[in-house]
């Protein structure tokens, strides 16, 4: 009767992932060829523009004039044309105020929400291997710092712990984290973008065939017991 019971819950699980594991094994020898992930850093920099507005407005900005400089890294120099100043665009961060902070002597400080942007950075059409097409980075919802220091009436605001995604060709390739340091008024800004890997098709089929042994391991255990 544990025989019969053990092979009824065996046959019943292998049901239950055979078919998620089937779809994706469907995606995975579809999309497997034309696969591409993106790893390495890209640093930009260029003129930005921190409004003068006050101790922690409800609202604010960063203007990103241009891009002047760009410092590729990894699989970002393999991108044709080199990545470079020319061609790439930055929007406007708007920013929302969340909390104000403690102050501290003459520095008054406050948290703001960056809010999503489809896409932050366009990077133009590039070609990568054998495609050619549009690199963006979006980025997610995060919180930042802007620090204001009365006795200078200067602006800083820290870019830290932003996340986001490349895109290209219209499919994700990276997830993104994003770090920064804007100063003054009218100063040079300094972005750097780290891209990690997004695992392929076939590395996350591994991964639930891996789980589903796993379970089906202990399943076989528990009834024998």
Known sequence: MINFKSKL???TLAATFAI?????GIFTSAGSAQAVTLSGSIGLNGTSIVPSDGINPATTSIQFVDVDGVDPDGDFEFFSPTLSGTGITINTLNLTKIADLPTVGTTTSATYSTGVYTP?????S??????????????????VTRIRKSATNI???????????FNFNGKTIAAGNLGASV????????????????????????LGLV???????????????
């Open 183 to 206: 100063n003054g008024a009218r100063s040079t800004y300094h972005l750097t973008l780290e891209a990690v890997s997004v695992p392929e098709p076939t590395t996350m089929l591994g």
């Open 20 to 24: 998620p594991l089937a779809t994706a």
């Open 211 to 225: 789980g589903a042994g796993m379970v089906m391991s202990r399943r076989r255990k528990s009834i024998l017991q």
């Open 155 to 165: 602006n800083d605001v820290i870019l830290d712990g932003i996340t986001g995604k």
């Open 9 to 11: 819950v065996n046959a």
């Open 120 to 124: 932050f950075i366009n990077f133009g």
């Open 126 to 143: 590039r070609t990568l291997g054998s495609t050619t097409a549009l690199l963006t980075f979006d980025l997610d919802d995060s919180v």
